[in-house]
């Protein structure tokens, strides 16, 4: 697909957030399988604290090197199912690939383990604002790393990102780092993600394999010293870290079949249903503060995100329209 490069701007945003998981759409029309693949994937990512409350007593590093290596073998399944083992073997074959993969394997790790200790002291407000900013950082980093003109929407955007930010910033006595650095830790990912020359599934494989290496390392040093959670006499800590590993792909997996039945300002309004079921969850179900300084912040970054939005999808318009002649 060959677009212009006024509606690639906006797009970047979108694919750092979506070709994480797919590895690129096409932009087709949309179809009611796409949308439901890719509701099924939010949704269940707005829930995931609900889940990672449940493992709230198990250090947060736990939990993580459980979530690398449970995936494993539903990751494993869905390439047998698709049929993609060879190009495992090729990528495994390139010093460069897995240079690559275990550079965004350590991103996305760092990524889940602030994501899990987040909810895990009660800062879920702060992991929903991280992830409402992901798509203003990334069209930032545009900017920055490849020299990108912002349109003025953007600017304005980016602008009201940083106003939300200071607001935090004065409200707490501290920068909100937290949202921070899961928005950037996931931007990166996103970014870098989309130079690995393989698909969606076989990527994620990819980068657990790596990770299961280390996971399994820690995994046998706490089962050694005793501090381990996944013992016999704890069977539900047990059920629960196995669980990591479905909680954790099966999301990304439908995405991946969601995305690419979906255009990418469809994908683009989407994203912001998972951190708004976050937000809804942290307030009324974890009772978390949420204070004049935080309804300020979020104000901001909702009118940043809607003027965002606007203009995606008005360039969206005007790329569609720009082709329509050549298909006459």
Not at 85 to 111: E, K, Q
Request: glycine fraction near 8%.
């Amino acid at each position: 697909m060959t677009a212009g490069r006024a509606a690639g701007k906006n797009n970047m945003a979108i694919k750092q957030m979506t070709n994480a998981e797919t590895g690129g759409a096409t932009e087709t029309g949309d179809t009611l399988a796409g949308f439901m693949f890719a509701l099924s994937a939010y949704g269940l990512w707005g829930l995931m604290p609900l889940y990672m409350k449940l493992v709230a007593h198990i250090p947060a590093a736990e939990v993580v090197a459980h979530r690398a290596l449970w995936s494993v073998p539903v990751a494993g399944i869905v390439l047998l199912a698709l049929r993609r083992t060879a190009d495992i073997t090729a990528a495994l074959r390139s010093p460069r690939t897995i240079a690559m993969a275990a550079l965004t394997a350590a991103l996305i790790s760092v990524n889940w383990g602030i994501y899990v200790w987040a909810i895990a002291v009660d800062r879920a407000v702060e992991t929903a604002l991280g992830y409402y900013i992901n798509p203003l950082v990334a069209i930032l980093m545009g900017a920055v790393l490849l020299g990108e003109k912002l349109s003025r929407a953007q600017i304005v955007s980016v602008l009201l990102a940083c106003a939300a930010v200071v607001v935090l910033t004065v409200d707490a006595g501290g920068l909100p780092w937290v949202s921070l650095a899961l928005a950037f830790s996931f931007a990166c990912y996103g970014f870098l993600r989309k130079t690995l020359p393989i698909g969606p599934s076989q990527g994620f494989f990819l980068e657990v394999i790596i990770l299961s290496v280390p996971a399994l390392g820690f995994a046998t040093w706490l089962a050694m010293t005793g501090q381990t959670h996944f013992r016999m006499d704890e069977p539900m800590d047990m059920l629960l870290l196995i669980l990591c590993g479905p909680v954790t792909a099966v999301p990304l997996i439908l995405f991946a079949f969601g995305a690419k039945l979906l255009r990418y300002s469809s994908i683009g309004i989407m994203q912001y249903v998972a951190p708004t079921m976050i937000a809804i969850i942290a307030v009324f179900v974890f009772q978390e503060p949420f204070g004049p300084g935080r309804i300020t912040a979020f104000a901001l970054i909702w009118m940043a995100l809607a003027i965002f939005t606007w203009s995606m999808l008005k360039q969206s318009r005007e790329a569609a329209a720009a082709k329509a002649p050549a298909a006459h």
